[in-house]
């Protein structure tokens, strides 16, 4: 199983940015697949998840904001981002279930999406005027 996220960059506050993640060695329409992000010094985070079923789930700084989508016929996954604030910026990664749901749970304060076995390399994504 291979995950290869891509798309980050630099965007002004108020900006959009849209990632992508191609998967591979699995088939996308099975899995949940989910985005986590890592700003420096603190800890990683979950920001969606897309069950296989179709459902979708955010994390509550980015509800309204960021829309996951997948398209299975392509074993790909996208969030598009909008509104971004300073506060985005973090490296963003793709992860894959070996389920179909999503399971998310909150620990210390914090959404993760448990149950990822695979994960790719991030990208960056920063948001600064």
């Known amino acids: 199983v291979q995950l290869q996220a891509s798309g980050g960059g630099l965007s002004q506050p108020g900006g959009s940015v849209r990632l992508s993640c191609v998967g591979s060695g699995f088939t996308l329409e099975d899995h949940a697949i989910a985005w986590f992000r890592q700003a420096p010094g603190k800890e990683r985070e979950g920001v969606s998840c897309s069950s296989s079923d179709g459902m979708t789930y955010y994390a509550d700084p980015v509800r309204g904001r960021f829309i996951i989508s997948r398209d299975n016929a392509k074993n790909t996954v996208h969030l598009q981002m909008s509104l971004l604030k300073a506060e985005d910026t973090a490296v963003y990664y793709c992860?894959?279930?070996?389920?179909?749901?999503?399971?998310?749970?909150?620990?210390?304060?914090?959404?993760?999406?448990?149950?990822?076995?695979?994960w790719g390399k991030g990208t960056l994504v920063t948001v600064s005027s």
């Open positions: 992860a894959v279930s070996s389920e179909g749901p999503c399971v998310a749970t909150r620990r210390r304060g914090i959404t993760t999406y448990d149950g990822m076995g695979y």
